[in-house]
């Protein structure tokens, strides 16, 4: 059973940047697609961006030229850089597989707010 472990959240003011990373246990990590998702208070949670196997990524519109996601398949390690925050972002952020295949991890919060 693959476990999540999500770290780099924070309180970030408008316009800043965090750097999310979710490290994985197991080695099968390379072999699948990765997401990072997110869920708002009182909102379902949403896929913000997603990184294949080889590295070919896609982004929700609304992340879109804000975000970069990565992995690192050595480390079964996958990050999201966030730049030019918004308040909108505030969110418990996590990592699964796309589609979510593993058990969900304790998320790691990013608030964005002055």
């Known amino acids: 059973q693959v476990q999540l472990v999500e770290s780099g959240g924070g309180l970030v003011q408008p316009g800043g940047s965090l750097r999310l990373s979710c490290a994985a246990s197991?080695?099968?990590?390379?072999?699948?697609?990765m997401g990072w998702y997110r869920q708002a208070p009182g909102k379902q949670r949403e896929l913000v961006a997603a990184t294949t196997s080889g590295g070919t990524t896609n982004y929700a519109d609304s992340v879109k030229g804000r975000f970069t996601i990565s992995r690192d398949n050595a480390e079964n390690t996958v990050y999201l850089q966030m730049n030019s925050l918004k308040p909108e972002d505030t969110a418990v952020y996590y990592c699964?597989?796309?589609?979510?295949?593993?058990?969900w991890g304790q998320g790691t919060q990013v608030t964005v707010s002055s």
């Open positions: 197991g080695n099968i990590f390379s072999i699948y697609t």
């Open positions: 699964n597989a796309k589609p979510a295949l593993f058990r």
